[in-house]
């Protein structure tokens, strides 16, 4: 109930994406240059204004320049609007801001605020309610409300998603159980714990900037993670029912075997993702408190609510059957046979798959990558007719300039001795005179030649960023451009320390588990081929187009790079959790003295359909997610989803009992110290 009542209210505590690193420079340019100014050199909003008729625009008109005034003074009533440009009132700037083919022109308004993405978001709403004319044809561009109308997309594609999610879902599950009861569970635990996800994240918006995006992660996965626990632990009863009967002793063993299994999971996924909190962009540190708060939470809520309702149900689990057959936790033969299969040939299924995941992964290597920007807004959105209109008719320094700020007392030589040589730089069309902000902050908006984050732009600025400043001074340069670049050198940065966590404590859960050191290196080695298979199959689905007619893409031929770091943090984590599903059966076995090829072939014989069951589930609720027209959010959907189904088949279907069958004992070594360590941490059936 107190989920309910303070967390279904999130959304309106969260804050648009949040992609970019405080401490970088095009961030701390862009503050020095809004302190010394008051607002932002580059302008967030703007308005492109054509005559109704679609013809020329008479700016010498009066009532269109006393209309323009109008429009201009509404937009400068807008909260964090700290100036707007008239181009008929200011000739200096009206130069560029009037296109040549006089038919339109564009009030640039400069925000006060430095959150571009939350409340320059919230300035574009106002302004497109406030700014209306009558007598002109008036729409609203720029960066500003092109995100806030990617976070309106985005909430209603999560509505749109569950209602695709949750009746698929149904239909699955109860193939799956064959019956209501049983089916009933896993939709029970993901609602529990959607809302106990939202509470964290209510909490979380009270202490800290939390993306809205993370609302539809946290979504996904708790409806998929649910899926895997609630499936596991009914699995795991309805055996347990079949060997003893509606028991104290059933309960008893399916809470010490499939509970432990659902802990280690929860806390593997929590791992994985919480790594992410170590990233200074608030779209990844908020995914990473969301996945782990899915992580724990689902897991928490299944092992303790799941076997509840199965005390109360007993046999009743198998109630209102729909269709008779053998149930998902039935023992599989064909696993059991598959598994058989692998271990009589070893060496060429380790070859053959290892192949396979390798050449899926080669197009990581071509990979383009891309970040926040116009192409990120939906063709049916307002802002991108605007944004394409403006890129078509006017000189990119209007909406996209490359903001070059210097600090530090200059002259007005030394400064236009800078301007030539910016100018001079390829990839640049237009460099103006600097202008003075202050006595110690010049700036100059320049036009690159090409859209803001194509690699000629980057290299312009990484071009303008080694040039010599005068004396005492030094160069910062901010804008979009800039902007993408330092978020690339920011994940590159502090990537290898997340990488590091999560593989270390990843290990360290996977050795708690098994007890072997030569498992979790195993796991390690496998999940990041996975990671790099689904990785290269995202490459070239939405990169090379494979995927743009059947989910009817229409983004860049580029990858997002947050998405990247992501989709790394979340299949590492749910190939991780299957693992811990076979490991957790296979070590069972062991531990009852069954030889290792026969504890193999048991173990994946008995999970083999509630794996595959779960992957398929969870690739269903993540695909629903790929109905967005956002397209990051498209490639994260896919990503995820390719990622579970090669784990979930060749990976523990192939992979795995043949390097099993490889190492044989040694699958479950360890130096003695550590298994005096182990036997002592671990969770033990006693």
């Known amino acids: 109930m107190v989920a309910v009542g303070v967390g279904l209210d999130v959304e309106d505590h969260l804050k648009a994406a949040g992609f970019t690193d ?7 340019a862009t503050a020095l240059l809004r302190g ?25 008109s009066p009532a269109v320049r006393s209309e323009v005034r109008r429009l201009s003074r509404e937009l400068a009533m807008v909260e964090h609007v700290g100036r707007v440009v008239d181009p008929l009132e200011d000739p200096r700037l009206g130069r560029a801001l009037i296109a040549k ?23 574009a709403e106002e302004a497109k309610d406030r700014v209306i004319s009558e007598k002109l044809d008036v729409s609203t561009g720029g960066f500003a409300a092109s995100f806030n109308e990617v976070n309106d997309q985005t909430r209603s594609d999560l509505t749109k998603a569950e209602m695709i999610a949750f009746p698929v879902l149904s239909v699955l599950l109860l193939l799956v159980f064959r019956g209501l009861v049983a089916a009933a569970i896993p939709l029970l635990i993901g609602v529990v714990s959607i809302l106990g996800t939202f509470l964290v994240l209510r909490v979380m918006a009270t202490l800290v900037d939390t993306s809205w995006f993370a609302l539809n992660i946290a979504t996904a996965l708790s409806l998929g993670l649910a899926v895997d626990y609630a499936l596991l632990l009914v699995s795991r009863y309805r055996e347990e029912l079949e060997a003893d009967g509606a028991t104290r002793e059933a309960h008893r063993r399916t809470v010490l075997t499939a509970g432990r299994t659902v802990v280690f999971s929860g806390f593997t996924v929590a791992v994985a993702l919480a790594a992410l909190v170590l990233l200074p962009q608030r779209f990844l540190y908020s995914m990473a408190i969301a996945g782990a708060a899915v992580g724990l939470l689902t897991a928490l809520i299944a092992v303790l609510v799941v076997p509840s309702l199965l005390s109360l149900l007993g046999e009743r689990v198998n109630a209102l059957a729909v269709r008779g057959g053998p149930a998902v936790s039935d023992r ?3 696993w059991y046979r598959l598994a058989h299969w692998v271990m009589r040939r070893p060496v060429p299924v380790v070859l053959v798959t290892s192949l396979a995941l390798l050449a899926a992964s080669v197009p990581l290597l071509a990979t383009v990558l891309t970040g926040p920007s116009a192409e990120a807004v939906p063709a049916e959105q307002p802002s991108y007719h605007t944004n394409h209109y403006i890129e078509d008719h006017y000189e990119r320094d209007v909406v996209e300039a490359v903001t070059v700020t210097v600090r530090g007392r200059t002259s007005h030589r030394d400064l236009e001795r800078l301007g030539s040589a910016i100018a001079a730089v390829q990839g640049i069309d237009r460099a103006p005179p600097f202008t003075r902000a202050s006595e110690t902050v010049a700036f100059a908006n320049v036009a690159p030649a090409r859209l ?13 960023r080694g040039l010599d400043p005068p004396r005492a001074t030094a160069i910062l340069v901010s804008g979009n451009t800039a902007r993408f670049m330092d978020q690339k050198q920011s994940l590159a940065d502090n990537l290898p320390l997340v990488v590091a966590v999560v593989a270390l404590t990843t290990c360290l859960l996977l050795f708690l588990l098994t007890g072997s050191v030569i498992l979790p290196l195993k796991t390690l080695i496998m999940n990041a081929m996975t990671l790099a298979a ?6 070239l689905c939405f990169q090379e187009g494979l995927l743009d007619d059947a989910l009817s893409y229409a983004g860049p031929a580029a990858i997002e790079v947050t998405s990247l770091v992501f989709l790394f943090a979340v299949i590492f984590g749910l190939a991780t959790d ?33 794996i595959t069951a779960a992957a398929a589930m969870i690739a269903v609720v993540f695909l629903a997610f790929a109905v967005s027209s956002i397209f990051f959010m ?14 979930a088949t060749i990976v523990r279907a192939l992979l795995v009992p043949a390097l099993m069958r490889l190492f044989g004992e040694w699958n479950w070594w360890a130096p003695a110290p550590l298994k005096r360590v182990q036997r002592r941490f671990s969770f033990q059936e006693a």
């Not at 405080?22 to 701390?28: D, G, K, V």
């Not at 083919?101 to 430095?114: C, K, M």
């Not at 803001?452 to 303008?464: E, G, T």
């Not at 062991?590 to 359909?609: C, K």
């Open 22 to 28: 405080s401490a970088s420079e095009s961030e701390r």
């Open 36 to 60: 010394a100014l008051g607002y932002d050199a580059n302008p967030g909003i703007v308005l492109l204004v054509r005559a109704r008729n679609g013809g020329r625009l008479d700016t010498a």
């Open 101 to 123: 083919d006089r038919r339109s022109l564009v009030i640039a308004g400069h925000l006060s605020t430095q959150d571009v993405e939350e409340q320059g978001g919230r300035a």
């Open 332 to 334: 599989s033969t064909g």
């Open 452 to 464: 803001a984050l194509s690699r000629s732009s980057q290299d312009a600025v990484d071009a303008i």
């Open 534 to 539: 689904t990785l290269g199959i995202v490459v």
């Open 578 to 610: 299957y693992a811990v599903l076979v490991m957790a059966r296979i070590k069972e076995q062991h531990d009852l003295g069954v030889p290792n090829e026969e504890a193999v072939a048991v173990g994946i014989g008995r999970t083999g359909r509630v």
């Open 634 to 647: 498209k490639q994260i959907a896919v990503g995820q989803a390719v990622g579970v189904l090669i784990d």
